[in-house]
């Protein structure tokens, strides 16, 4: 796998934890509540992974432009810029959503997971829309 391949992986790993999360809500629903625990972090871990690979990669290549005109141009703008305001809040969401649940405060957890998986989930699709839209359009 070459540097080229990463923007991939981001993507795929960005899906990954999507798919996670979606899973994960529909456990703790069902009441699955070890289950629901050991989904939810694996897709802290995915995120975790993504995280690293995302700053490796961009401190090798830096920026990539979008290299569109026209209005797929705002689109994309608006777009990235709402999935990375929201990307900057879920690292410290997501801590504080788990350590709660690990210090047993479920009902603490519970609302404040009502606010980060939200987020966590829109700026995991909009990442694989961004890698879409830049590297595929």
């Not at 994960?24 to 972090?41: D, I, P, S």
């Not at 305001?85 to 405060?105: D, E, F, H, N």
């Amino acid at each position: 796998m070459g540097i080229e391949d990463v923007p991939t992986l981001n993507a795929a790993l960005n899906a990954t934890s999507a798919a996670l999360l979606v899973w994960g809500h529909r456990l703790v629903k069902k009441r699955r509540f070890r289950m629901h625990k050991r989904v939810m972090l694996s897709a802290l871990a995915v995120s975790a992974l993504f995280l690293i690979s995302y700053v490796v990669y961009h401190a090798q290549v830096g920026s990539v432009r979008f290299q569109k005109t026209g209005p797929i141009r705002a689109v994309y703008f608006s777009v990235l810029i709402s999935h990375t305001v929201l990307a900057v809040l879920i690292p410290p969401l997501a801590i504080s959503t788990v350590y709660r649940a690990w210090k047993g405060q479920f009902e603490r957890h519970r609302r404040l997971a009502r606010v980060t998986l939200p987020f966590w989930l829109y700026v995991s699709v909009t990442g694989v829309i961004v890698y879409l839209m830049l590297y595929r359009l």
